[in-house]
């Protein structure tokens, strides 16, 4: 990685606006009505390396919430606080090939629980496994959790955004009741209070430093990289990782392991952590997503740095 830095600092920049200019082919998600306000042609990155320099091009401060990148990070704590038995039992380790908020195979496929704990049932599920007698206390251990891996102490919960989904999350509701009745959300799961430590998760307010510090931890293996402190146990940073390749990037995981080939996440937001194990973790944001759901102008910056330094895994 050291010997990449002059390259990329050299042309960052330009492979930017390059990739920034396709973002007019994609669309900002509205489906959640906060959301819709982020700006269409924005594109940001910060690529945090293990030595602590930090590079950045584009949009890099630009704030937006995790959503679904948050469920890898909530995955740990459920398996810190519970177990990988625990967890298991309650959510699957496969990919589905359906949208990430489908309800189709609880219904279809025995024993009922979600295939995975990327897809929305799944996260929902492991939203009750974390510690905590309120949804007040989940959500506190969680952000604690994210803003020691963000190392930023001020990450918060946007409460806009969290209201907006609030108001509008009728299928995932559905899909917490279906949850319930189903006996994966247990006799002392309030649903309600489930989904609301699950909508809180996801819109905790990042920018694309924080998010390459996160993903920086999780390419050293669950360490922090100023201390060398073990933050997260390495076999569960080994277990998030392979969900992020199999089911991290929605259903287009498959192509995005041979055109880019490394551990990633995406959210509806536009944002993208990805990491190359050992070496750096990085934060895009670029709210323009292509049909699948991912940042259209954020998975070809990927692309091109990938090509160039040879990241992938495979
Ligand atoms: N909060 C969002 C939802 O549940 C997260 C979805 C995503 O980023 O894929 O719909």
């Not at 910060?46 to 030595?51: E, F, L, S, V």
């Not at 704030?63 to 298991?88: C, H, N, P, W, Y």
């Not at 589905?96 to 025995?110: A, R, W």
């Not at 949850?179 to 819109?203: I, Q, S, T």
Request: proline share 4%; aromatic share 8%; glycine share 8%.
């Amino acid at each position: 990685m050291e010997q990449d830095w002059p390259m990329l600092t050299e042309k960052l920049p330009f492979w930017l606006e390059e990739s920034r200019k396709i973002a007019s082919a994609g669309k900002v998600a509205s489906y959640i009505p906060e959301l819709a306000r982020a700006p269409q042609d924005a594109l940001g990155i910060c690529i945090a390396g293990r030595d602590g320099r930090q590079l950045t091009a584009g949009d890099d401060t630009l704030s937006f919430t995790l959503q679904s990148i948050s469920k890898v990070f909530t995955l740990l704590l459920a398996l810190m606080d519970r177990g990988e038995s625990a967890v298991f039992s309650k959510v699957g380790m496969e990919p589905t090939g359906d949208n990430f908020n489908s309800m189709l195979k609880l219904e279809l496929v025995e024993p009922g629980i979600p295939f995975n704990p990327l897809i929305n049932a799944g996260a929902i599920v492991v939203s009750s496994l974390i510690r905590g007698a309120t949804p007040a206390e989940k959500t506190d251990r969680i952000l604690a959790f994210f803003r020691e891996l963000a190392g930023d102490d001020t990450l918060a919960v946007n409460e806009a955004v969290f209201r907006s989904e609030t108001a509008t999350a009728h299928r995932n509701r559905s899909l917490a009741y279906f949850l319930k009745d189903n006996k994966v959300l247990e006799e002392n799961d309030d649903v309600e209070k489930v989904l609301e430590v699950y909508f809180r998760h996801c819109a905790v307010e990042v920018n694309c430093r924080s998010l390459a510090r996160m993903a920086l931890v999780l390419s050293l293996g669950g360490k922090d990289p100023e201390t060398g402190r073990e933050l997260i146990p390495r076999r569960y940073v080994q277990i998030a990782k392979t969900f992020m390749v199999t089911c991290g990037m929605y259903n287009e995981s498959g192509e995005f392991a041979i055109r880019v080939g490394v551990p990633a996440k995406s959210g509806v937001s536009g944002g993208i952590l990805a990491l190359v194990p050992g070496r750096c973790g990085v934060g895009i944001v670029g709210p323009a997503l292509n049909r699948k759901g991912n940042s259209v102008a954020g998975m070809k910056l990927l692309e091109t740095l990938s090509a160039a330094f040879d990241w992938s895994q495979f």
